[in-house]
């Protein structure tokens, strides 16, 4: 089953001689559960390609279906509201907010969008993401590992249709890396999630499930 659609995806910046593509007409498709991992050098626009993926930044033309869904033709208050429900994004300096706790940060989607967290669902993952004796820490009190953990639960919290990772390991210790990509690989086999990682200039082996 298709869950995500790229079709002639442009996103350019600047005018005359100083305008450039950053993504420059691309096209992919990708089916639910799969593991992708995109790899290129610094300034080859990933980035900018998992905004426009994830519904963060507009493009200049081309068109994003995720599960089925146009999401651009979505005003701004109805794409966020998608966005929110539907696109789990983690970045590599983690974003949580300093003033919540570990639980809070990760149900913070539910909360933004006036629901409750399902309870079994938020347990579970913290038992998964190996979080049971920091549910009460601030993010300053936790290792970068352990906040990525956090940024991971946060994003899948709310069971999104896709999980979208920028350069997820790129601030953490080879050991951590090694631990972040193995709890993805985790989330896509035992959730069925799909999962789409930006990486710099690295090599990643993996295959497909």
């Given at each position: 089953m298709e869950i995500l659609r790229v079709e002639n995806l442009v996103k350019t910046y600047g005018k005359g001689e100083n305008q450039f593509n950053a993504v420059d007409n691309v096209s992919l498709k990708i089916e639910?559960?799969?593991?992708?991992?995109?790899?290129?050098?610094?300034?080859?626009?990933?980035?900018?390609?998992?905004h426009l993926l994830g519904g963060v930044d507009r493009p200049t033309s081309g068109k994003v279906f995720i599960d089925g869904k146009d999401i651009y033709s979505l005003n701004d208050d109805n794409l966020a509201i998608f966005r929110r429900r539907?696109?789990?994004?983690?970045y590599q300096f983690y974003n949580l907010i300093p003033i919540l706790n570990v639980k809070e940060n990760i149900t913070l989607p539910c909360?933004?969008?006036?629901?409750?967290a399902d309870e079994k669902r938020l347990n579970e993952l913290i038992k998964t993401l190996g979080l049971?004796?920091?549910?009460?820490?601030l993010p300053n009190q936790l290792s970068g590992g352990q906040q990525q953990r956090?940024?991971?639960?946060?994003?899948?919290?709310?069971?999104?249709?896709?999980?979208?990772?920028?350069?997820?390991?790129?601030?953490l210790d080879s050991k951590a890396s090694d631990e972040i990509?193995?709890?993805l690989k985790l989330s896509n086999k035992k959730?069925?999630?799909?999962?789409?990682?930006?990486e710099d200039g690295k090599i990643i082996k993996d295959e497909r499930n």
């Open positions: 639910k559960g799969e593991f992708v991992v995109i790899v290129g050098a610094s300034g080859s626009g990933k980035s900018t390609l998992l539907q696109i789990g994004l983690i909360d933004l969008d006036g629901q409750k049971e004796n920091r549910v009460n820490h956090v940024s991971i639960g946060r994003a899948m919290i709310n069971n999104p249709a896709l999980m979208l990772a920028d350069e997820p390991t790129g601030n990509i193995s709890l959730y069925n999630q799909t999962v789409i990682i930006i």
